[in-house]
């Protein structure tokens, strides 16, 4: 990595000089975009215990660039250049730690203006299998007491109705409210019901909510045990005739735990968790019919337009998310009208069948939230991915913080076009609207955005559009740097509001030359988060976004290839732009830009992962790392991803990040199963332990965990690994007949181009391009 892409501020963008003219605004093809990572984990993150330091006009906080006039007592925003008077009885010599010129990111810590606790509403099926059913148990009652200090919990079970129980010390044990899975009820029907109208304006006091202490318990070891015999007491309902699928009324059930949390308490915070075995067959947000005769949507039907039930529950879906994450336009999305809740709605299924995910996306997208497709809830996948919601970070505390927001300012001439994550627009927007673009890209036409669930591992990609100027004769106009602003306000476990600021100058081509600090990785990674969002949101088909991907590094090859027309064999490209082509080639055989052989619920999950992915670990969606352990060298080193690193003697180890993979060479498959000597042969055991360990390691970091797999040369599952490698075999002089090269590689029959191929063609493209 280029040292002027060292993200110590968890800020990577793709063009670290910005254009100030419009030719040079057509040169860079792409917009100019960053991946930020607000909660991003710094040893040397400054805290500040007090209010910051505010520019009286643009809202902008005190920041390294800012220059103090001592002898007038002000200070001048770097960012709108505004003065701002220090108050009367502020010591002008005392070093404020937000001017340390390497305290570009900096912490508040500031009161909490509504404390209150934190709520989980757990909403459970019971259309799951027994074992399943036992498994997800046990698991959430192994994590009760990992919940942060102060927690409530709610309990909701589901199938063809929806069952709220009564956890308070107060109720008898076994009762709950009943709502019907076929019934539409509204947020004030359901309150109403409760019995909890009006409370989303008052504030938190246990005393008083009497509704409130009836449904949620208090984690604590007074009521744990009876919250754990209610838990343990839920049964899976009789499995359904063979001709039907379960009758289960999803959407109702989310509805109650929504309007649940709104009617708690002014500015409730929480969590809504949901763990759902399949489809949703009955009531709002139904997915599939409850026969089995009538097959759940796949993308051929989307394309067509003949998705039944597709744009009525993504619709119903897309207004529980908005309720959750903004507490705006009450009329427009149900919303009880008093309550100023922000809540997550994280989605955890179970089966082999398509749960509705792709539906029910927005859930986890806009709030935040987490999504997690297992086989089952007795995998691995699911038991430690769920123990990592509750992991806690080396403060002590656990590192989800909720109840989050994201503001961007930027300096004169820059506007924010808009964001790309995990997370939901805000009509209002900060400060002036100078700061924003009227061409959106994502989530645009605003500066603010609310994050309801916050992690270390939560990234955001962020658009900006430059004011250029027609001509180089206009260039002065445009200063040698612009500023831009990052305020990120959470709700912390430890009681606190937090306000965390990361300030950024960046340079214009007044300063210095463009392509000198140009970065690939971020580029490629920020266009595939634009085109898979649009992929998302139906706004470009698969087709479309390949030949796009394609369109944009042909037309930045146009601009920063070295080439003679017409001759492909000139074409040339720096060292700063030298990966692009492979990071294209790789990115369309990954899962994130192909549909192929993919439902679209798993296409959801991947794209919600890969929102929220850093730049690094996106590049490990795009291209994965592969290394080679061989007897004589049984330590990994990396190889290409390519079928040259293909060796029967020896162990390769794949991680794709969906996926982490060993593949067993044909002969070292033949010594592990030989029983040999563990003494003399000890580097062969070595070659064959020391990928499994890697493996664990990679696994241990990932969150969610990754699919594990282990094969052996020929056999079915060694197609996840050459799926993924450049078919170069392919390009030389090969016996297809015998299904290898003269030098004994294997070869991979697929109708793909290989990387040679594609660049040949790419740079035939370049030069013939007028």
């Known amino acids: 990595m280029s040292d002027f892409v060292k993200d110590t501020d968890g800020v990577r963008f793709n063009w670290n000089t910005f254009p100030v003219t419009r030719t040079e605004e057509d040169n860079i093809t792409v917009p100019i975009g960053c991946v930020y990572t607000p909660l991003k984990q710094k040893d040397d993150l400054s805290i500040i215990q007090r209010q910051p330091f505010r520019c009286i006009n643009c809202q902008g906080v005190m920041n390294p660039f800012c220059l103090i006039d001592a002898v007038a007592r002000t200070w001048a925003c770097a960012i709108c250049l505004t003065r701002n008077k220090f108050q009367t009885n502020y010591d002008i010599g005392h070093v404020l730690d937000e001017m340390d010129p390497t305290a570009t990111t900096v912490e508040y810590l500031l009161p909490d203006p509504s404390p209150s606790p934190l709520l989980f509403v757990y909403v459970i099926d019971l259309t799951l299998e027994s074992i399943e059913l036992d498994a997800l148990k046990s698991k959430i009652i192994e994590n009760l007491v990992h919940h942060p200090s102060g927690s409530y919990v709610a309990l909701i079970t589901f199938d063809s109705t929806v069952q709220l129980h009564e956890l308070g010390?107060?109720?008898?044990?076994?009762?709950?409210?009943?709502?019907?899975?076929?019934?539409?009820?509204?947020?004030?029907?359901?309150?109403?019901?409760?019995?909890?109208?009006?409370?989303?304006?008052?504030?938190?006091?246990?005393?008083?909510?009497?509704?409130?202490?009836?449904?949620?318990?208090?984690?604590?070891?007074?009521?744990?045990?009876?919250?754990?015999?209610?838990?343990?007491?839920?049964?899976?309902?009789?499995?359904?005739?063979?001709?039907?699928?379960?009758?289960?009324?999803?959407?109702?059930?989310?509805?109650?735990?929504?309007s649940l949390i709104e009617g708690s308490f002014k500015d409730a915070t929480g969590h809504i968790l949901?763990?759902?075995?399949?489809?949703?067959?009955?009531?709002?947000?139904?997915?599939?019919?409850?026969?089995?005769?009538?097959v759940i949507r796949t993308f051929h039907d989307i394309k067509k337009k003949r998705a039944k039930h597709l744009k009525s529950a993504t619709k119903f879906y897309e207004k529980l998310a908005l309720r959750a994450s903004i507490n705006e336009k009450h009329e427009k999305i149900g919303k009880d009208p008093n309550s100023t809740s922000i809540y997550s709605i994280s989605i955890f299924t179970s089966g082999y069948d398509q749960p509705g995910t792709y539906e029910m996306s927005s859930l986890t997208t806009l709030t935040g939230g987490l999504l997690i497709l297992a086989d089952s809830f007795t995998t691995n996948i699911f038991k430690e991915s769920f123990n990592k919601i509750f992991d806690v970070t080396k403060d002590g505390y656990n590192d989800i913080k909720t109840r989050g927001s994201l503001t961007v300012l930027t300096s004169q001439h820059l506007k924010v076009a808009g964001l790309i994550g995990k997370g939901s627009r805000l009509e209002r927007y900060h400060g002036s609207e100078n700061f924003i673009?009227?061409?959106?890209?994502?989530?645009g036409l605003t500066n603010v955005w609310s994050l309801p669930l916050i992690t270390s591992k939560h990234n955001?990609?962020?658009?900006?559009?430059?004011?250029?100027?027609?001509?180089?004769?206009?260039k002065r106009g445009i200063p040698?740097?612009?500023?831009?602003?990052?305020?990120?306000?959470?709700?912390?476990?430890d009681g606190y509001e937090h306000l965390r600021v990361t300030t950024l100058k960046k340079s214009t081509t007044?300063?210095?030359?463009?392509?000198?600090?140009?970065?690939?990785?971020?580029?490629?990674?920020?266009?595939?988060?634009?085109?898979?969002?649009?992929?998302?949101?139906?706004?470009?088909?698969?087709?479309?976004?390949?030949?796009?991907?394609?369109?944009?590094?042909?037309?930045?090859?146009?601009?920063?290839?070295?080439?003679?027309?017409?001759e492909p064999n000139s074409f040339k490209l720096s060292e700063k732009f030298s990966l692009l082509p492979q990071f294209n080639y790789n990115a369309k055989k990954s899962p994130i830009l192909t549909n192929f052989n993919t439902t679209p619920d798993e296409s959801t999950y991947y794209y919600d992962l890969f929102q929220k992915a850093s730049v690094d670990d996106s590049l490990t969606m795009i291209q994965p790392t592969l290394s080679l352990y061989t007897a004589t060298n049984p330590a990994p080193h990396p190889v290409l991803l390519d079928s040259n690193s293909l060796s029967k003697e020896g162990v390769l180890l794949m991680d794709s990040f969906f996926h982490v993979m060993i593949h067993v060479g044909e002969i070292a498959a033949a010594w592990r199963d030989s029983n040999l000597d563990s003494k003399e042969y000890a580097n062969v055991y070595e070659m064959l332990d020391n990928p499994q360990k890697d493996a664990i390691e990679i696994m241990k970091s990932r969150f969610p965990l990754p699919r594990f797999i282990v094969t052996d040369e020929g056999k079915?599952?060694?197609?996840?690994?050459?799926?993924?490698?450049?078919?170069?075999?392919?390009?030389?002089?090969?016996?297809?007949?015998?299904?290898?090269?003269?030098?004994?590689?294997?070869?991979i029959y697929t109708e793909d181009m290989s990387l040679i191929q594609y660049f040949n063609r790419l740079r035939s493209a370049v030069v013939k391009r007028k």
């Not at 673009?437 to 989530?443: A, E, K, L, N, T």
Request: a neutral charge.
């Open 716 to 747: 079915s599952q060694a197609r996840f690994l050459l799926s993924r490698l450049n078919p170069s075999n392919n390009d030389q002089n090969t016996n297809f007949a015998l299904g290898q090269t003269q030098d004994g590689k294997e070869i």
């Open 480 to 493: 040698k740097h612009l500023c831009i602003q990052f305020q990120t306000v959470y709700k912390h476990p």
């Open 510 to 566: 007044n300063d210095s030359r463009i392509d000198q600090n140009f970065d690939q990785e971020a580029t490629t990674v920020l266009a595939l988060k634009l085109f898979t969002y649009q992929l998302h949101n139906r706004k470009l088909e698969y087709e479309e976004a390949l030949n796009k991907l394609d369109q944009e590094l042909i037309s930045l090859c146009e601009s920063f290839a070295i080439y003679i027309p017409e």
């Open 274 to 294: 949901a763990f759902i075995g399949g489809p949703c067959t009955l009531g709002e947000g139904k997915v599939v019919d409850i026969s089995k005769s009538k």
């Open 437 to 443: 673009s009227d061409v959106p890209i994502g989530q």
């Open 169 to 258: 010390l107060s109720s008898e044990w076994g009762d709950s409210f009943i709502f019907q899975g076929k019934k539409d009820y509204s947020t004030k029907d359901i309150q109403k019901y409760l019995g909890m109208s009006g409370n989303g304006s008052r504030f938190f006091n246990p005393a008083n909510l009497g509704v409130f202490n009836k449904i949620f318990i208090p984690i604590n070891h007074e009521s744990l045990e009876k919250l754990i015999q209610v838990i343990k007491s839920v049964q899976p309902v009789s499995p359904p005739t063979s001709s039907n699928r379960p009758e289960r009324c999803t959407g109702s059930a989310l509805a109650v735990a929504s």
């Open 460 to 474: 955001y990609s962020l658009f900006f559009h430059v004011n250029t100027v027609g001509h180089s004769s206009e």
